[in-house]
């Protein structure tokens, strides 16, 4: 475990880094869209909309940053110097989420324990740190009990937040050990020049 730390902790530290940037991004789109449409008709759907592309861009810096981890990895498990760990994405993805996933299990008890102040922090901290997350979340309502009840009202849902991330890392991380490039322009280098055929 010592070694992982050693080796991955820029890369977990980039990851959250990384969140937070897209997190204030996302939630200072979110605001805008909220401000510019408030009592509109269309305002859910046009903010869905723009915390849905700040999530994809979110998970495309998640893929990049992954995808070059795994294609570094290549050359050490390749030449016998790591062991193959096809999952390692997942993992790392796993600890730069520790924080979210302390806040979801603070707000869970919180919650469950009926304590409004504590969940209202909680909640309001958890959702900053996840901003690029804020307009889905509050756009889209389940009906629980007879009421609709928005997503960021459910604490299970601060939970699968950080899903898409994991999978993301995941995925990214299996393709950059197998130098598949799933985006061919991630990456991509200009094939070397050979020597022999320059004209001296």
Same mark, same amino acid.
């Given at each position: 475990?010592?070694?992982?730390?050693?080796?991955? &902790?820029?890369? $977990?530290?980039?990851?959250?880094?990384?969140?937070?940037?897209?997190?204030?991004?996302?939630?200072?789109? #979110?605001?805008?869209?909220?401000?510019?449409?408030?009592?509109?008709?269309?305002?859910?759907?046009? *903010?869905?909309?723009?915390?849905?592309?700040?999530? $994809?861009?979110?998970?495309?810096? $998640?893929?990049?940053?992954?995808?070059?981890?795994?294609?570094?990895?290549?050359?050490?498990?390749?030449?016998?110097?790591?062991?193959?760990?096809?999952?390692?994405?997942?993992?790392?993805?796993?600890?730069?989420?520790?924080?979210?996933?302390?806040?979801?299990?603070?707000?869970?008890?919180?919650?469950?324990?009926?304590? &409004?102040?504590?969940?209202?922090?909680?909640?309001?901290?958890? #959702?900053?740190?996840?901003?690029?997350?804020?307009? $889905?979340?509050?756009?889209?309502?389940?009906?629980?009990?007879?009421?609709?009840?928005?997503?960021?009202?459910?604490?299970?849902?601060?939970?699968?937040?950080?899903?898409?991330?994991?999978? *993301?890392?995941?995925?990214?991380?299996?393709?950059?050990?197998?130098?598949?490039?799933?985006?061919?322009?991630?990456?991509?280098?200009?094939?070397?020049?050979?020597?022999?055929?320059?004209?001296?």
């Amino acid at each position: 475990m010592k070694k992982f730390f050693h080796e991955y &902790s820029y890369n $977990i530290v980039k990851m959250f880094v990384n969140q937070f940037a897209i997190s204030i991004f996302g939630f200072s789109l #979110t605001i805008a869209t909220t401000s510019a449409h408030a009592g509109s008709a269309g305002f859910d759907l046009l *903010t869905f909309i723009v915390s849905i592309f700040a999530v $994809i861009f979110y998970l495309f810096l $998640i893929y990049t940053l992954a995808w070059e981890i795994g294609s570094k990895d290549k050359i050490s498990v390749d030449v016998g110097k790591k062991p193959y760990s096809p999952h390692l994405g997942i993992l790392l993805s796993l600890v730069a989420n520790i924080p979210n996933l302390l806040l979801a299990l603070l707000y869970a008890i919180a919650t469950l324990a009926k304590s &409004s102040s504590m969940t209202f922090v909680v909640r309001l901290i958890a #959702t900053l740190l996840q901003g690029m997350y804020f307009g $889905i979340i509050t756009s889209v309502s389940l009906p629980i009990s007879g009421e609709y009840v928005q997503l960021n009202s459910l604490w299970p849902t601060f939970f699968l937040l950080a899903v898409p991330a994991m999978l *993301t890392s995941w995925l990214a991380y299996f393709l950059g050990l197998k130098n598949f490039r799933f985006f061919s322009f991630i990456g991509s280098k200009k094939p070397p020049v050979d020597q022999s055929k320059i004209k001296k």
